[in-house]
């Protein structure tokens, strides 16, 4: 293995891997059978029907199941809403795009050049891509409104604001709306309930090393 | 920094010390029987976890079948959006490419060091130690494996690397080890969990911010769009997927699913199975180099290095090659009676338990006596199989390693079992033979009174008794039984006089 310019060439060990991969695979009696479906996409499962109305409230539920808190709130009363939501934070960082006036003292993302400076604000806001009630899980595509990923790591207090049309029922219908993102070559985060372990003594803890407290400000 | 795997004794040997250990017992039994519980609630809310499951399978299948078509639709998306593919044959050569590449970013620091993501693929291939040796601090950044690296440890558990450490173990091992690494902890820590989890917040984050390349392995790679996938809870995994410059991400060949709605069964069973979720906390999604609305999002230095390391010898057998289906969710060291009671270390290597089993002979090869005696280290009882979210039959893989691991050792010297099953044929095929094998058993039962089990028996059958007990054999059997109570009946094929008649 020859390295130039600190990327190693590993031409020869491409072609001795594909090489035994073929072999594997071409000897007498080891073709793999084909399955009936070789198309066994996950959205051939029938979603179950559900009203809006039932998926918002499912979503709410599951939301809180992992410890995070659900603020509802109108679209007249967003304002109000994130203002509750920020609680005492002192400081916070807004994302570029993010159209709703913000109290308190705050830190815009155009004036972040490198998102490790958001280490020590306390507190962020955004929006997200979409949301799966199933799971109780926010999906971030890290588009307008949203920031670079960094910017919802850092900060203890993560405060995500969702519409109620946003909200998927399940996983498959998630996957299936978020192709477009992907292929767009964004980068996607998705987010269940705060930064937690179980891992000593399986006991749940919430807030490792992400923030600390989730607060999800539905939009209805 | 932490021990390695090498040159651990065979899995009976290893498991003896284990069943002794009674804190180790005590935190296995709670662990494992949690654990089972939260997975038995999370699969039980789908509607038909075995038409996913199904699926999940399928398309892993589909993935091996045609791998080399994917490996390269894998490696052209990824390099399209600026990332760079490595291949490495077998261990040696990922821990090269990596060392290669974290060398020149980092050399000239006065302290090199990357930080780690927890992942089954850099400890199979021993990094840490390769990037060790050539003067790079790795750091594990998952809480247990911070434990088990500070405790100069091994980890014993696929999920929960250190299971097998109580709250004030861990505290210990925080308070003694942490100030020699970096940030102390904190002079008035207490066992309490969540305490633990704030002084490993603290020590880490100055890691985190302060490290140029970063270390990941990939639960998922996505061939269709060139999309890793990283799945965890604590937040570590996304700070050192956004926040280095350099993103090495070492990804084991088998780790592909086809296409991105693929990832939706995956994303149902990992979760669900593994820690008994409906959806982990995080989960990072990433297409090689990232931006954001024009804006560089992440590192923009990214690597993915594609690792055989005796993959495409297990691809090779028809039997065996399910095993790589596997996601390394773990489902089945919980539910594996054997694993509950003798824990992870036992196993000899990073995958244990009934995977483990599996696993190890086949990547690492038959020749070691401790991969010789994986393939007994189970009851066969069937539970791992029930629990596989993508359906691999670990009982029939088991079997048909035991018979490799038996065809390896034709000829030459017998084992003393092939010798007692040599033993056994001979007498089993004539009804003479067995006649006075069986009149020799009860002899010697009549000699062991009311004993009903015999718990120690003498060498070569010693070997059999150290992990079992004997049933004494009985003081009469159905022959003598026969003679005694209808001995003037003889020649009377019909049974028992007057019967039906």
Known sequence: MTVQGGVPDTSEARAAILERVRAALSAKGTHYPRTDSPEGRPSDIPAPAGTTHAVTELFVERVEDYRATVVRCPSTGLGAALAAALGEASSVVVPAGFGTDVPGQLLRERDVADVHAVEGIDAVVTTAALAIAETGTIVLDHGPGQGRRGLSLLPDLHVCVVRADQVVLTVPEAVTALRPSVMAGRPLTWVSGPSATSDIELDRVEGVHGPRTLCVVLVE | ?501
């Open chain 2, 1 to 501: 920094m932490s021990r390695t795997f090498v040159g651990m004794p065979t899995f009976p040997v290893a498991a003896r010390e284990a069943v002794a250990d009674t804190q180790l017992r005590r935190n296995l039994g709670h662990a494992t029987a949690t654990i089972r519980a939260r997975r038995t609630a999370a699969v039980g809310e789908v509607d038909d976890w075995e038409a996913l499951r199904v699926k999940g399978a399928q398309a892993k299948d589909r993935v091996l079948a045609d791998l080399d078509t994917y490996l390269l639709q894998l490696e052209a998306r990824l390099t399209e959006a600026g990332a760079t593919v490595h291949w490495a044959r077998d261990a040696a050569e990922a821990n090269a490419i990596v060392v290669a590449i974290a060398k020149d970013r980092i050399a000239d620091d006065p302290t090199p060091e990357v930080v780690k993501v927890k992942s089954m693929a850099t400890q199979e291939i021993g990094l840490n130690e390769a990037l060790e040796a050539a003067g790079i601090h790795a750091w594990e950044t998952d809480l247990a494996e911070l434990i088990v690296q500070l405790g100069d440890d091994l980890p014993s558990h696929i999920l929960v690397p250190a299971i097998h450490r109580n709250r004030a173990e861990v505290r210990e091992i925080f308070r003694r080890e942490m100030v020699t690494v970096g940030r102390p902890a904190p002079d008035d820590l207490t066992d309490e969990p969540a305490r633990l989890a704030e002084a490993a917040r603290l020590h880490l984050r100055e890691k985190f911010l302060r490290a140029k390349v970063a270390v990941s392995g990939a639960n998922f790679a996505v061939a269709e769009t060139g999309t890793l996938v990283v799945v965890e809870s604590e937040g570590n995994g996304r700070m050192c997927l956004t926040l280095p410059d350099t993103l090495i991400s070492v990804v084991g060949i088998e780790k592909l699913i086809p296409t991105w709605e693929d990832l939706a069964v995956f994303m149902e069973l990992l979760p669900r199975s593994s820690t008994g979720e409906r959806m982990n906390p995080y989960t990072s999604m990433w297409t090689g180099v990232t931006s954001t609305d024009g804006r560089p999002d992440g590192p923009q230095d990214v690597h993915v290095v594609l690792v055989d390391n005796g993959r495409t010898t297990v691809l090779a057998d028809v039997v065996g090659r399910h095993a790589l289906r596997c996601i390394r969710c773990s489902a089945c060291l919980n539910v594996c009676p054997v694993y509950e009671r003798v824990g992870g270390h036992a196993y000899g290597s990073v995958y244990p338990g009934p995977i483990g089993a599996v696993l190890g002979p086949q990547l690492r090869g038959r020749q070691g006596a401790l991969e010789q005696s994986l393939p007994y280290a189970s009851t066969l009882c069937g539970a791992c199989f029930d629990a596989c979210p993508v359906r691999i039959e670990i009982p029939e893989l088991l079997v048909h390693l035991r018979t490799k691991v038996v065809d390896d050792h034709r000829g030459g010297v017998p084992t003393p079992e092939a010798a007692a099953r040599k033993a056994g044929a001979f007498t089993f095929t004539k009804a003479s033979r067995l006649e006075k094998a069986q009149r020799a058993a009860t002899a010697a039962g009549r000699l062991l009174g009311r004993r009903t089990h015999l718990t120690r028996l003498p060498w070569p059958l010693s070997a059999w008794s150290e992990a079992r007990d004997a049933p004494a054999p009985p003081t009469e059997n159905f022959r003598q039984w026969w003679a005694r109570t209808r001995a003037g009946d003889a020649g009377d094929e019909r049974g028992p006089q007057g019967e039906g008649q």
